[in-house]
Each structure stands twice: as C-alpha cells, then as structure tokens.
C-alpha cells in the first residue's frame, strides 16, 4: 500500500464549477498535511497546509480533513483555466517521513 | 511566504563533466533539505534527504557517488552531478523544509541537459 494515494485523473471541470481533489494515507498518526500545484515545466508551489480535523478556507481553496477516514481533500471553487495543473498531496508521517502523491492532473475548461 | 531558490535555472553540459546546483533557503533556515528528479511528465521522485552538518540519506536505486551532496549550512544545500551522461538530464529540483511547519518550499528548478 501507498503511503498516499491520489486519483491520477484527468479530472476535467468547466469554468466556475468546483474542482474537488481527493488523497488517502496510510499512516494514521501523521500530523500534517499539504497541497501543492505544479504546473508542466515548473516546481510545485504550496497552496495551503492543513493539520486539524475540518476545513481551512484560503480565498478560493479549501483544504478538508478526515484523519478517522485518513482523507484530505482539496475543494477550488469558481475554477478558472488558470488553475489547469497537477495537485500533490503530500503527508508528514510519525516516521518523519515526507510523502507525495502521484498527483491529480486538472483541466479547467473555459 | 518562504523563499527557496535554485542555481543555475538551466544548464547543458557535454558527457562526462560535472555540475553543482545549488539550492538556498532565502528568509528562513532549512535543517533539512531535498532533492528531487522529474522526467517529463512523470512524478517527482526523490532523490535524497539533507540534513545540515550529516551525510544525506540517500533512496534506494539512487548512486550517492554519482550524485554528491553537501548541507554545509542552514541554508545552503549543493547537488553535484559527477561525470554526467545523456541519461542525467532531468529536471532537479530543490525543497526546503521550515521547521515551524514541517512544511517543504521548493525552488524553482535546474533544467539538466547532458549532450
């Protein structure tokens, strides 16, 4: 078993709908979370991190966690072409141990 | 928000010579630093772990001989790609971890092309 395990898509959306991104882990004690996006040719950049149970909104990103489901999920609303990229999640374990997913690749169609 | 940087951007270089790239933790200090290899359009793989002042820990597949690290400091961390060959030629890239927030910044990127 992966230590993350995202859905590699594609996952395609039109314009102003909400993108939802979905990532599982397998350490059940691991404390951090975090989004990242990366577009083609270039290094990820984050987007939000998130440790507690619940939402955490940053303008029009909001990161969501389960850790009894050991789920994170990241929600864009009011999706925009700009926001066609790849989302890593990525997980700091009790091993302190950085993991990334495989990434979801978005496609916002105008 | 924290700033990591990477130099050189890109660099091509004929077979068998060696390149440093090195990476920089620019407003915060880094103990532990990554180095990452992506090939077009495929995920990021690491490459090694850095600790500042100890050897990297480098995974598994990966010749640490080949592929030389120093940490020497908190905010510097150099990537040296001894005796390149065709088949180095990647996209290297540089993280940092901020110790507050266990959270890993990352440069911006060394486009290698080993001719």
């Known amino acids: 078993q992966k230590e993350v395990e995202q859905n590699s898509g594609p996952l395609s959306v039109p314009e102003g709908a909400i993108a939802s991104l979905n990532c599982t882990y397998s350490d059940r004690g691991s404390q951090s979370f975090f989004w990242y996006r990366q577009y083609s040719g270039k290094s990820p950049e984050l987007i939000m991190f998130?440790?507690?149970?619940g939402d955490k909104e940053d303008g029009r990103f909001t990161a969501q966690l389960n850790k009894a489901s050991q789920y994170v999920s990241l929600l864009i609303r009011d999706s925009q072409p700009s926001d066609s990229a790849t989302y890593l999640c990525?997980?700091?374990?009790?091993?302190?141990?950085?993991?990334f997913g495989t990434g979801t690749s978005l496609t916002v169609i105008p | 928000g924290a700033v990591v940087s990477q130099h050189p951007s890109w660099v091509i270089c004929k077979s068998g010579t060696s390149v440093k790239i090195e990476c920089r933790s620019l407003d915060f200090q880094a103990t532990t630093m990554f180095w990452y290899r992506q090939f077009p359009k495929q995920s990021l793989m690491l490459m090694a772990t850095?600790?500042?002042?100890?050897?990297?820990?480098?995974e598994q597949g990966v010749e640490k001989d080949k592929f030389l690290i120093n940490h020497a400091s908190l905010t510097l961390s150099t990537l040296t790609v001894t005796s390149a060959h065709p088949e180095d030629s990647s996209f290297y890239i540089c993280s940092a971890q901020e110790a507050t927030t266990d959270t890993q910044y990352f440069g911006p990127g060394t486009r290698l092309t080993v001719l």
């Open positions: 990525a997980v700091w374990n009790t091993g302190n141990q950085f993991y």
């Open positions: 850095s600790n500042e002042g100890s050897k990297a820990t480098y």
């Open positions: 998130i440790y507690s149970n």
